[in-house]
Structure formats: structure tokens, C-alpha cells
């Protein structure tokens, strides 16, 4: 994933796609498939992962290896909803883990002061880690 623009009398420069935030090992806890679509996430998670409603996300499904994508809607605070919503219900079963990524385009040259957040979920979809890793070269 890499993106090219043009900046005025620079020639042209390339932004790289990167991991922006992940959340791992995140619970099913729902599959509503009369819904109109997205995943919903318990909002204190979204905020320690620095995720936002309406954001693109990609899911890999742990449990039986369906990718897929679609947007974040912000749950109930504390809840530890992670909720399965519309076509994508069709993708999970409660109880299944999954890893939820977001990504975002940085220049070339700020790749090395790039620091993605990953936010470490236990089976009850408690928080047991948030850091923001650094690449080491």
C-alpha cells in the first residue's frame, strides 16, 4: 500500500501505508445481523487504541482466518462490546478472537518516527496492554 503525490517543484514523493492502531485478541461478544453494518467497540478500547468512530478497519478473524473490512461505531464505555453488525455478523461467531487494524498513510521519510498504538486484550476483553511501538532498524 503506497500512495505517490506531486508536491510544487519537488518532483514527486511516496507516503507508505503503515499499521496506525491495533487492537488484539479482541472477543466476540455479538453478531447482529439485522443491522445496517459495522463493528461496534466498547469506546474506552477505541480510546486507548486511538481509533475513531466511523473509521475504516480492517478484522482477521483468529479463530477461522475470514478477513474483512468495515467501520467503527463507538459502544456503551466499559461495556467490552465488540459487536459484530450487519453483512459482517456473517463473519464470526460470538467467542471468536479476532485482531483489529487500522492503517494510515505517513511520507517515506517519517517512517522512522512512526509509532503505531497496539492495545492487548485478554479473553473478557480487559485491557492488559497499550503501547506505541517504535520501529527499530
Known amino acids: 500500500r503506497c500512495l505517490t503525490y506531486t508536491t510544487s517543484g519537488?518532483?514527486?514523493?511516496?507516503?507508505?501505508?503503515?499499521?496506525?492502531?491495533?487492537?488484539?485478541?479482541?472477543?466476540?461478544t455479538d453478531c447482529i445481523?439485522?443491522?445496517?453494518?459495522?463493528?461496534?467497540?466498547?469506546?474506552?478500547?477505541?480510546?486507548?487504541?486511538?481509533?475513531?468512530?466511523?473509521?475504516?478497519?480492517?478484522?482477521?478473524n483468529i479463530t477461522n482466518g475470514e478477513r474483512f473490512t468495515t467501520y467503527i461505531i463507538p459502544g456503551e464505555p466499559g461495556s467490552k462490546e465488540v459487536s459484530l453488525n450487519g453483512a459482517a455478523a456473517r463473519k464470526a461467531y460470538p467467542g471468536d478472537r479476532?485482531?483489529?487494524?487500522?492503517?494510515?498513510?505517513?511520507?517515506?521519510?517519517?517512517?522512522?518516527?512512526?509509532?503505531?498504538?497496539?492495545v492487548i486484550l485478554d479473553e473478557e476483553n480487559e485491557i492488559v496492554s497499550v503501547e506505541e511501538r517504535t520501529i527499530k532498524w
Open 10 to 28: 519537488r518532483g514527486k514523493k511516496m507516503k507508505v501505508g503503515v499499521l496506525k492502531s491495533k487492537i488484539h485478541g479482541a472477543v466476540i
Open 98 to 118: 479476532v485482531i483489529i487494524v487500522s492503517y494510515c498513510y505517513v511520507d517515506e521519510e517519517a517512517i522512522r518516527n512512526h509509532k503505531p498504538v497496539v
Open 33 to 60: 445481523l439485522d443491522y445496517e453494518g459495522s463493528i461496534t467497540i466498547d469506546s474506552e478500547i477505541l480510546k486507548k487504541a486511538k481509533l475513531h468512530p466511523y473509521e475504516v478497519v480492517d478484522i482477521y
